[in-house]
């Protein structure tokens, strides 16, 4: 994607993404009325409105897509004129996407043992891949929208992208850093 056509894919990708939200609204306010999640899924706790994600999916949106285009043409280098998205990037979206659905369909379903399968290989992930990245969390919040609004999926896909920021960017490479230290002489 050249530098002029990926502010324009941000923008298209930021308004479908408020515009499929407007839709899903829409359709929870005439079949019964905006829903709103307990935290934890416990009645004692606060809900949240699913009303919040027209405010926060479209943000969310154009902020991750920043950094993917930020990455995008840090990697490619200060002199490439036309920088090209890695398929990489788009691979990354959609698996998170799956993982996002596969979460929201075993819980939907009541199958309380898959969805704990399910969040527990995301924390595997999280400690062997870079799930940290925008297009990630950007996937998995995305995939989860439908059944859990947009806040809770927000906060849920953080903490797993914290813990793989954690262990990508401080533990692993701590061991080099460490050899580094000790073998300057």
Request: proline share 5%.
């Amino acid at each position: 994607m050249s530098g002029q056509r990926f502010p324009r894919w941000r923008v298209y990708f930021s308004v479908l993404v408020l515009l499929a939200e407007l839709a899903h609204l829409a359709w929870e306010h005439f079949h019964g009325g905006v829903r709103s999640h307990h935290i934890l899924n416990r009645a004692d706790l606060p809900a949240i409105s699913n009303a919040w994600g027209i405010l926060l999916l479209p943000s969310l949106t154009w902020f991750l897509t920043a950094r993917i285009q930020r990455r995008v043409v840090l990697q490619s280098g200060a002199n490439s004129v036309d920088p090209t998205m890695p398929p990489s990037i788009a691979a990354s979206f959609i698996v998170a996407l799956f993982f996002g659905i596969a979460l929201s369909v075993a819980f939907t379903m009541g199958n309380d043992a898959v969805a704990s399968y399910i969040a527990q290989g995301i924390i595997v992930l999280a400690i062997l891949l870079p799930i940290y990245r925008a297009e990630c969390l950007l996937g998995f919040v995305l995939g989860m929208t439908l059944t859990f609004g947009g806040v809770l999926p927000t906060a849920v896909g953080s903490v797993f992208a914290a813990m793989s920021a954690v262990m990508h960017l401080l533990v692993y490479p701590l061991p080099g850093r460490l050899w580094t230290w000790l073998h300057r002489g």
